[in-house]
Every structure is written in C-alpha cells, then in structure tokens.
C-alpha cells in the first residue's frame, strides 16, 4: 500500500480514536464467531463514527477494518451490495476471521 493511503488511513483512524477502538474490538467479537461479516455488521454494534451520515465523515470504518486485516484477525472472502439504505447498494467487503 501506497504512504499516502497509509497516512490518510490513520487520519481517519486518529480523528476517531475512542469509535475506532470499539470498532477494533468488535471486529476481534466477530472474527472469533468464524462467519462471514461485512463492515455493516461492525457498525450495527458500534454505530457510526461520526453519528451521521455524510460523504467523508465515516472514512474510519474501512480504516479500521484494513488494520484488522493487517493486524492477522481477518481476511477478505469476497465482496457483497450493502444492506444499509444509507448505503444505497455500494459494494462492501466480506470478512471472516483469521
């Protein structure tokens, strides 16, 4: 991965840092369970990072999901259509634990 989206990464993850933390945790929660889960899972335990919705206010939920990635506790299996309406069908990441 490139610097610049390393620093940008940690920005998001530095402008959210008490979120990002519980946010970590519970990915460690649904790692261990060994099914597959997407990013929305991990915000339906700890909401948004931001509270709202918006364009760039949430940046830290794929940042943290990456650390975790980096980190050994998950890998990516695939890809699926976002079920948040918020969402409005993006495609997101599917995960398991490692």
Same mark, same amino acid.
């Given at each position: 991965?490139?610097?610049?989206?390393?620093?940008?990464?940690?920005?998001?993850?530095?402008?959210?840092? !008490?979120?990002?933390?519980?946010?970590?945790?519970?990915?460690?929660?649904?790692?261990?369970?060994? !099914?597959?889960?997407?990013?929305?899972?991990?915000?339906?335990?700890?909401?948004?990072?931001?509270?709202?919705?918006?364009?760039?206010?949430?940046?830290?939920?794929?940042?943290?999901?990456?650390?975790?990635?980096?980190?050994?506790?998950? $890998?990516? !299996?695939?890809?699926?259509?976002?079920? $948040?309406?918020?969402?409005?069908?993006? !495609?997101?990441?599917?995960?398991?634990?490692?």
């Amino acid at each position: 991965m490139n610097d610049l989206k390393e620093y940008g990464m940690q920005l998001a993850l530095d402008a959210q840092p !008490v979120w990002s933390e519980q946010a970590f945790e519970a990915i460690k929660l649904l790692a261990s369970r060994k !099914v597959e889960f997407t990013s929305e899972d991990v915000l339906a335990l700890t909401g948004l990072p931001s509270g709202g919705v918006g364009m760039n206010k949430n940046n830290a939920s794929g940042a943290v999901m990456n650390k975790a990635a980096k980190a050994g506790i998950i $890998r990516k !299996v695939g890809y699926a259509t976002a079920k $948040r309406k918020e969402s409005h069908g993006s !495609v997101h990441a599917v995960w398991i634990g490692v």
